[in-house]
């Protein structure tokens, strides 16, 4: 093999490896971006708007191929046609062999939830707050309402009030409340946020008390 394919070769696989490559990946159907991103052309992203099938010999739109992530141009092979007729002609087979192996596959399955359990919390317990504001996100989205709050101010904010309840003080099972409830109207922003534990959030339900320490400018009025 002539050094320059060798070389082809090496830059393949360390772009392919790249970190990068692993986000910003398009959908299918997403057309106006696929070709935006495909001047870029990192792997994972699908390039082009038709494709080839080599099963079937025809080429197709790419939204009639399923996404890759680590193929090159980001799609399956074989179109979903002949994907499905694939499998159609072959899930017997490997439902038998599913059948036959399910006794290793349990003690495997038991094996992997131990390991990953801790990690998936440890992961959990890290990210808890960013996963509550992605919970808040999406249930303001329902009311219409497309703001999301800075988690890192938020923790910040939090810190300053000492990790407590704003409403009993105590430092268990906080939770994050919108003052003005996302259901009337609130919007998910900082300035509509305030820390109460579980107990006094349900008590103040769907009340847009405000618990937080009133500012000097407040007080003196
Ligand atoms: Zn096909
Ligand atoms: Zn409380």
């Known amino acids: 093999m002539p050094f320059s394919l060798w070389y082809l070769l090496v830059a393949m696989l360390l772009t392919s490896i790249h970190p990068s490559n692993r986000i910003g990946a398009n959908r299918v159907g997403d057309s106006s971006r696929v070709t935006d991103m495909a001047t870029v052309r990192p792997f994972g992203v699908i390039m082009g708007t038709t494709k080839r099938c080599p099963t079937c010999g025809e080429t197709k739109p790419v939204s009639k191929f399923c996404r890759h992530r680590s193929r090159k141009d980001g799609l ?40 990953h359990c801790e990690k998936r919390l440890a992961y959990r317990v890290a990210h808890r707050t960013e996963r509550t504001a992605n919970r808040h996100i999406a249930r303001a989205r329902t009311y219409g309402d497309h703001h999301r709050y800075d988690t890192e101010a938020w923790k910040a904010q939090r810190a300053a009030w000492g990790n407590r309840c704003l409403c009993c003080d105590t430092t268990a099972d906080l939770t994050t409340d919108h003052i003005v409830p996302l259901s009337l109207g609130g919007t998910n922003t900082l300035d509509n946020l305030q820390l109460l534990c579980r107990a006094c959030n349900t008590r103040k339900g769907q009340k847009t008390t405000d618990y937080r320490p009133r500012r000097k400018c407040d007080a003196t009025s």
Request: proline letters at 0%; one cysteine or more.
């Open 76 to 115: 399956r092979g074989q179109c979903r046609a002949c994907s499905t007729a694939y499998y159609h002609a072959n899930h017997s087979r490997y439902a038998t062999y599913r059948h036959a192996h399910r006794k290793e596959k349990a003690v495997y399955d038991e094996d992997y939830q131990r390991v």
